[in-house]
């Protein structure tokens, strides 16, 4: 089948050719380290070298799952969290009859907990704990208070209804998943929390949810047989960030993305945050955000530049009444959703802002494999070319490790 193509525009950078041919050097000894290093760099290879077993064995589970359960609840944070729930989010739901998904330990609020708790404790429940290293407050926390919730309902039976993705060798997790029999899912070594969306990490709640994994999966080697368009929007990131262009909003007008930009913010935000260095990623939502944020865009300090993420054919659509009068009445909501997008952009251009707008046909899972892989691989080579390490993450482990001290 054809497919349309997801398209990248780059005509509205104010960068040209010559302004990035410097970057070429440094492209090319970035591109040499996430091929030949093996820190951090499982991602890369991943949608070539995928075990299919290990795919058929993430789609029965998930089916055993869909089985067992009315609310299967997924328990993770930052890296171990956020990458499901944005294709859970801007895929889902796919059928009406499958578990709804709820997310636990992604903060320390007794009420957010105490809440889900209740609206789901009547349910068949099946949980799924997501930590590599096995020992994160938030997940921790969330576990064992499902835990217990599990063995009240179900006594014994409950381990069959737990479900784990963590090292294969190392942590508390790991010993506990082996004690106690749980059927898991093992996150590779070379893969961070933050890359790790196309690991069981993503892939286990986006099959429970429905989402084909394996078209997630041809996206990502799709995506991945491409040269050039990640190292061009890696360049223009540094060019930029070097004209004084500190901070990146990625802007959507489908609410579908918000948590596919919450990834996109953990992404940069902890790959290139570091030794004074990044550029600090923000997202707006529109055109909710155009009446608020829209007047410190078009003139407020220009220390920004526009990734605009724009979905070209929507799921739905409707038909503007005619009492919404003239401009409106007759029309598609998507049509005037359009002419927002083709309204901002001739707005910015005005104000001399740079964007880059990344054209998705349509949000499907092959297309949100092609955009996990694009972004990665771009912020890896964005990181390298700033010269900080994008697979390390000191600044979180201090916060880990001081609130672990605090406790004590
Ligand atoms: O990307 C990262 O490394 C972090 O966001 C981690 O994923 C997050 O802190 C959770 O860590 P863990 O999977 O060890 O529980």
Known sequence: MERAELNIDFSNVTVSEDDLFKYQGALKEAQDFLSKSKEGTGWVRLPFEYDRSELKRIESTAA??????QAFVVIGIGGSYLGARAAIEMLGPLQQDLPEIYF???????SYHAELIDRIKDKDICICVISKSGNTTEPAIAFSLFKELLF???GKEASERIYVITDKNKGILRDETDNEGYVNFVIPDDIGGRYSVLTPVGLLPMAVAGIDIESVLDGALEEANLLDRSEKYAAIRNELFNRGKLIEIFEYYEPRLHYFAEWLKQLFGESEGKEGKGIFPAALEFSTDLHSMGQ?????NQIFFETILNVEEAKQDLTVPQSAGNFLAGKSMNQINKAAVEGVIEAHKGARIPMIKIDIPVLNAYNFGRL?????????LSGC??????????GVESYKSEMRKALE
Do not use: H, T, W
């Not at 410190?296 to 407020?300: E, M, N, R």
């Not at 070319?385 to 000191?394: C, E, I, R």
């Open 385 to 394: 070319l700033m010269g900080v390490n994008p697979f390390d993450q000191p």
């Open 372 to 380: 996990v892989y694009f972004f990665e691989k771009a912020c890896a």
């Open 104 to 110: 636990a330990g992604i903060n320390i609020s007794g």
């Open 64 to 69: 055993r799952i869909q089985e067992q359960c």
């Open 296 to 300: 410190y865009l078009q003139q407020g």
């Open 152 to 154: 009240k309902k179900y």
